[in-house]
């Protein structure tokens, strides 16, 4: 019983489950406000609590998904690298790739 379905934000959460749900055989379309994916790893226009230089207090080993290693061996990544790797989960359907691809070159 597959359809149509949006995801609300395209932080690290909405794309994994735009991801999963396109696995299931759904159409996900993801609504983000901001002009790129990443959510607060973005880090844009004032509304992240991240900055590019900032480093998390949880470790790769707990922030990574499943079936995607990190790119970094930092056991800290820093804001640049999560959001790469957040960004790096867009194995979405050829529609969502267009979309996130609109949003990054948005604004």
Same mark, same amino acid.
């Not at 790129?36 to 230089?53: E, F, I, K, N, T």
């Not at 790797?85 to 949003?103: D, F, I, M």
């Given at each position: 019983?597959?359809?149509?379905?949006?995801?609300?934000?395209?932080? *690290? +959460? #909405?794309?994994? @489950?735009?991801?999963?749900?396109? =696995?299931?055989?759904?159409?996900?379309?993801?609504?983000?406000? $901001?002009?790129? *994916? +990443? #959510?607060?790893? @973005?880090?844009?226009?004032?509304? =992240?609590?991240?900055?590019?230089?900032?480093?998390?207090?949880? $470790?790769?080993?707990?922030?990574?998904?499943?079936?995607?290693e990190h790119e970094t061996d930092l056991v800290y990544p820093s804001n640049r690298d999560n959001?790469?790797?957040?960004?790096?989960?867009?194995?979405?359907?050829?529609?969502?790739?267009?979309?996130?691809?609109?949003?990054?070159?948005?604004?």
């Open positions: 019983m597959a359809g149509n379905v949006a995801v609300i934000g395209a932080g *690290p +959460g #909405g794309l994994v @489950a735009a991801r999963w749900l396109a =696995s299931q055989g759904f159409e996900p379309t993801i609504f983000e406000r $901001s002009s790129m *994916p +990443g #959510g607060q790893w @973005a880090g844009l226009d004032g509304r =992240s609590g991240v900055w590019p230089s900032m480093r998390t207090n949880s $470790s790769r080993v707990l922030t990574a998904f499943s079936d995607l959001f790469h790797y957040c960004v790096a989960t867009r194995s979405l359907t050829e529609r969502e790739r267009k979309h996130l691809s609109l949003l990054q070159t948005a604004g």
